[in-house]
DNA sequence: CTGTTAGCGCTTTCAA
DNA sequence: TTGAAAGCGCTAACAG
């Protein structure tokens, strides 16, 4: 005897004694076939070992059920090294929402606009999830492929749909949490405060959420040795008390921030609390546990996710706005 | 005018004036093709916008092109956050393989055996690399489906074809390296000596580097507390001189002991020498930076990823050791 | 080196 | 609710 082949459709049908067409409905549109054969053919299919092949209904029906998230390549950059930190939290985001579903999920580099170009008529992907693209010349190509398409992580864009963080409800959040604990004279340490949106919208909910402009800002260089330098600066009005609370724009410049203080032998969260933002995996190695915010790329992601599926399967492409939460540790 | 439909290879055949089959021909086997017929092909696949349909293609060929990476659910754990990290580099190192091939990389989730009987039977996959799958009956599962298949980041087993690190290599590294430096007091501080095979061997490469098995060795727990706790244990020869060099067995556990060094007044490198494995990112945010061992997930995966188009295409499976690298900071 | 031909396994009209 | 039939776009013998 050979060994099995693998059954198909057809070995399916005809043991359970239906027709293939039925089969295919079983899978596919289970309500419309009669209960008692649909259980028959399940059955046959269960003892036969058949799965529908993938590549066959995707060739019929003229869809991969794949969804795709496009990356450029790319050389290491800092930033890079800051993103990777969280690249696991995107791939699970996605997955978390994708293995739910019927599509699968697939990772593709895009060098050129051209390899761009390729991914609709090779029908390598019903839907596109651009992450960290931030080539406005990509976007436009992924949306001429006219398939469903969301970007994600990436400056405010009106090419794409996209799902974005609430920068500025950060801001919020970190100001809230400092008036609840009874702090009313903030400061924030950042670093291109124009030129990052990012930290500029940070920095205009923090301000705004105390209604007072006039809030104690140092806008120096990003990253630790920044954070340090930064902290100098206010270290008199620390030791004055005019500063009771700092707000970081970022996590690794707030590692530099807490050294600056315990070199200069200010206790956190006794003589000035701290709240830092991104809640990176960095912050476990500090011997403050800090209060950050969380960006959450988990919930980014897997709001991409399903907006990209709900784009699939009912033709609406929306942006979406993803709040960031308050983890809270000691340094308040 | 209706919106142009997908070109596909009969309309290039057609224009190009040569039969469908070799236009086919041109893609998959190209020496088999006349050169000027091939230039014409080539031309009016382009002006047509032509891209030969990978489903289709996989339908007829019986073979899908996609490599999966295969990752069971998990809930979070502690060494998942430390895998974490890392998992930007899997993925590039897997990518900087397939991205130059002509597979893809698809990700998918497996819960139950039954997820991975499915894969062959629904036509998933060409190959799998297995990803932390810490389950014998799961790896067996792979190995029933009798396609191309390796493990990757997983203690030894003999169910699969594996691509794992050197682990004694690493503590020999560091045993050179202190060597090097003129330092012949070493020391090694590591957790659960017997039951964790990579802290097993690396501690054997290390000792076995000095040919001396009595070099003090604090099994205490991993982990920066536990890290801080076996350091204060070697405190006095520390002090007396006793011991000048510390290799302790990973990343996390040598925050501890820096931390503990620094409490004690105890200066890197000038009255002990450290060397640290796993080289993660929180490295970069200790006040020194500290000498590690790369354990490269990187090349890991890239090398699972070459083996296992090597597999696909020469029908190879075999094993493969990846050697560590040094990566020398300022502790040495 | 090239063309003809026979499907890969499935889905989806259409008609019953 | 079901079955028959017509391909989706491609590749791989085979014969020339």
Known sequence: MPPPARPTRDDVAELAGVSTATVSRAYNNPESVAEHKRSVIFAVAKKLGYVPDEMASALRRGKTGIIALLEKSRIETASDRFLSTLYADVIRGL??????????LSLITVKSIDDIKVLKSGKFCDAVIAHDLQDNEMLKAIRALKIPAVCAFR????????????EEYGGKLAAECFLASGRTKPAHITGQLTTIKSCYHRHKGFVEAYGSPA????????????????TLKLLSDIKNGHIDSIFVVNDITAVGVLQALQANGISVPRDVSIIAHDN????????????????????????????????????LAMETIVKPEIVKGDSV
């Open 155 to 166: 400056e405010d864009n009106t090419i794409l749909p996209q799902v974005r963080l609430d």
């Open 95 to 104: 997955k978390s929402v994708i293995d739910q579903s019927k599509y699968r």
């Open 215 to 230: 809030i104690k800002t140092v806008d120096g260089e990003l990253g630790i040795n920044g954070g340090y330098e930064s």
């Open 280 to 315: 990176l995996p960095i912050l476990d190695t500090l011997p403050v546990r800090l209060t950050s915010i969380d960006i959450s790329f988990r919930k980014i992601y897997s709001t991409a996710a399903k907006q990209i599926i709900g784009n699939m399967e009912n033709g």
